[in-house]
């Protein structure tokens, strides 16, 4: 029985041994697919829970990799995570802390908002001292293509100066100044047949570049303008989705005040739903592609955003539930995005991770699949996300936010700390924090920081020394503040605008909506 347990035992050891192998047999130098969305929310995909939304395309992403349920963007509003995800630093340190064009000091003053801060100042252009991941890469004997939304600085900071070999259509704006169809008003993006849409443009410059590159280790970054305003869809994409938001039941309100502006309570836009659903058929177009190259089996695939979906400002385009709040704001409606990583060699098929894990991330995560050596002094803020994709642990560590501004869409100024199933928020208004303990409220409904003095005293030091160590600029008091000017503000909001967005909802959704003549120039008539 001895010698029959020990066989047993030997079998099963090298059985595993067969699997572990087959799980973890790394490609050398593999290709790097990296998709971008802009202003996703968390649940603005079928395959994180909306019960509106469409995406089946990059629900495969999701369905073959891992999936990070506490992923998140190193920031609330873009420009910072962009930057964050080429440089492995947080916002503080690389210095980008908003998105580049915004007013900040006493420039400020001009946006009419009567705020009781200043905002700080912040970098313009990412910094050419940083190495970035692109440029690790082509070091290391890699092609590297950009497609889409840059928005890190104007000429002389676009892609071809920081490690792309190929830059179709990034440049200094952060949204499409020409809408979702051509023509597109971009010097970097030629102007394909009347009403020719946007990211499927985007989509087939990238197949392009992958077929001529295809005997070659590349890395192909497709950052998508979608799903960012101005919201724009086909008559056919609208028609669907508000025939689905009438079967699904339209709500008789759908905004709410938040602390400063309005929220959209629903995801029921149409417009919205099918910007989302163009976006995803672009993505189909490329993982087809993929495939049918056969490069499916040698090509890491990565899907995430840059911040969380827009509940308030902007274009007030979806809700983020169970999240609270959305881009701009410090809650995880902010912060928290799909992150979804998929790796062929691991075998992962939809595999849940719940490790707190950043943006920052990336850019070791990858240089590591790749074979290649890791950058610390570069990507000082990430870490290798590889034992996770494995199965295991990596050590517990901060995560560290810096919004030292308003923004659009009515959050705050202020700063924030993850530890472990913590988060503390520190306010610069008037210093305060706010700790919630996102395991037990993931709504971000009771503050506990009276009931845990010490912890908020041990995470606002943490907090601070990270930000001191890494030179962060600060908001500074307006000493030209007026309470009443700011009080008229607000009330101006609660009575204009909030009837406002209550008509426009409803006009979207009536059977008789029609943009402009043409549906934003989709619709083209050939003689």
């Known amino acids: 029985?001895?010698?029959?347990?020990?066989?047993?035992?030997?079998?099963?050891?090298?059985?595993?041994?067969?699997?572990?192998?087959?799980?973890?047999?790394?490609?050398?130098?593999?290709?790097v697919l990296f998709i971008l969305a802009d202003d996703l929310g968390y649940t603005d995909l079928s395959c994180m829970g909306s019960?509106?939304?469409?995406?089946?395309?990059?629900?495969?992403?999701?369905?073959?990799?891992?999936?990070?349920?506490?992923?998140?963007?190193?920031?609330?509003?873009?420009?910072?995570?962009?930057?964050?995800?080429?440089?492995?630093?947080?916002?503080?340190?690389?210095?980008?802390?908003?998105?580049?064009?915004?007013?900040?000091?006493?420039?400020?003053?001009?946006?009419?908002?009567?705020?009781?801060?200043?905002?700080?100042?912040?970098?313009?252009?990412?910094?050419?001292?940083?190495?970035?991941?692109?440029?690790?890469?082509?070091?290391?004997?890699?092609?590297?293509?950009?497609?889409?939304?840059?928005?890190?600085?104007?000429?002389?900071?676009?892609?071809?100066?920081?490690?792309?070999?190929?830059?179709?259509?990034?440049?200094?704006?952060?949204?499409?100044?020409?809408?979702?169809?051509?023509?597109?008003?971009?010097?970097?993006?030629?102007?394909?047949?009347?009403?020719e849409n946007l990211e499927m443009r985007l989509a087939s410059e990238?197949?392009?570049?992958?077929?001529?590159?295809?005997?070659?280790?590349?890395?192909?970054?497709?950052?998508?303008?979608?799903?960012?305003?101005?919201?724009?869809?086909?008559?056919?994409?609208?028609?669907?989705?508000?025939?689905?938001?009438?079967?699904?039941?339209?709500?008789?309100s759908g905004f709410e005040m938040e602390r400063r502006l309005p929220y959209r309570l629903h995801q029921d836009n149409p417009v919205y739903a099918g910007l989302v659903e163009s976006m995803d058929d672009a993505v189909g177009l490329v993982l087809n592609a993929l495939k049918e190259m056969g490069l499916d089996k040698n090509t890491i695939v990565i899907f995430t955003g840059d911040n969380g979906g827009v509940t308030s400002g902007d274009a007030f385009s979806t809700n983020n539930a169970p999240l609270r709040g959305g881009k701009g704001y410090q809650w995880?409606?902010?912060?928290?995005?799909?992150?979804?990583?998929?790796?062929?060699?691991?075998?992962?098929?939809?595999?849940?991770?719940?490790?707190?894990?950043?943006?920052?991330?990336?850019?070791?995560?990858i240089l590591e699949l790749a074979g290649l050596p890791l950058q610390p002094i570069q990507h000082n803020d990430g870490v290798s996300l590889l034992p996770l994709l494995k199965g295991g642990q990596i050590a517990e560590r901060s995560l560290i936010w810096h919004y030292p501004h308003y923004g659009n869409q009515g959050g705050d100024p202020s700063s924030i700390i993850r530890k472990g199933d913590w988060k503390l928020i520190h306010y610069y208004e008037d210093d305060h924090e706010e700790l919630y303990?996102?395991?037990?409220?993931?709504?971000?409904?009771?503050?506990?920081?009276?009931?845990?003095?010490?912890?908020?005293?041990?995470?606002?030091?943490?907090?601070?020394?990270?930000?001191?160590?890494?030179?962060?600029?600060?908001?500074?008091?307006?000493?030209?503040?007026s309470p009443e000017d700011e009080q008229l503000y607000q009330q101006k909001i609660i009575d204009k605008n909030l009837p406002r967005l209550e008509k426009q909802r409803l006009e979207m959704l009536s059977k008789d909506y029609q943009p402009n003549n043409d549906w934003w120039g989709s619709m083209v008539t050939v003689d």
């Open 206 to 252: 990238t197949v392009k570049f992958m077929r001529e590159n295809k005997d070659k280790p590349f890395l192909a970054y497709l950052s998508f303008y979608a799903v960012h305003g101005p919201l724009q869809t086909t008559r056919e994409k609208w028609e669907k989705y508000r025939a689905k938001a009438e079967e699904m039941g339209i709500a008789e």
């Open 51 to 195: 019960k509106y939304y469409e995406t089946p395309n990059i629900d495969q992403i999701a369905e073959n990799g891992m999936v990070f349920t506490n992923g998140y963007a190193a920031c609330q509003v873009c420009s910072p995570s962009r930057a964050s995800i080429l440089t492995g630093k947080f916002p503080a340190r690389h210095g980008i802390t908003d998105w580049i064009g915004e007013k900040s000091g006493e420039e400020w003053r001009t946006m009419g908002r009567s705020s009781k801060l200043l905002p700080a100042g912040y970098e313009h252009r990412l910094s050419a001292d940083f190495v970035t991941l692109p440029e690790a890469l082509k070091s290391s004997g890699y092609r590297t293509f950009f497609a889409g939304k840059w928005h890190l600085g104007d000429q002389g900071s676009w892609p071809e100066d920081h490690g792309f070999d190929i830059n179709i259509g990034g440049w200094d704006s952060g949204s499409p100044r020409g809408g979702y169809f051509s023509p597109y008003q971009n010097p970097n993006l030629t102007n394909g047949p009347d009403g």
């Open 1 to 31: 029985m001895k010698n029959n347990n020990l066989k047993f035992l030997t079998i099963t050891t090298v059985a595993l041994s067969l699997v572990s192998c087959n799980k973890e047999k790394a490609i050398e130098k593999p290709n």
């Open 437 to 481: 303990n996102l395991r037990n409220d993931l709504a971000e409904t009771t503050d506990l920081s009276e009931q845990n003095p010490e912890l908020v005293f041990r995470l606002r030091e943490e907090l601070f020394d990270y930000l001191n160590q890494a030179g962060a600029e600060l908001p500074l008091k307006d000493p030209e503040y």
């Open 332 to 365: 995880e409606g902010g912060i928290r995005e799909p992150y979804f990583i998929a790796v062929p060699w691991l075998n992962l098929g939809g595999e849940k991770c719940d490790v707190p894990v950043s943006g920052t991330d990336f850019y070791p995560t």
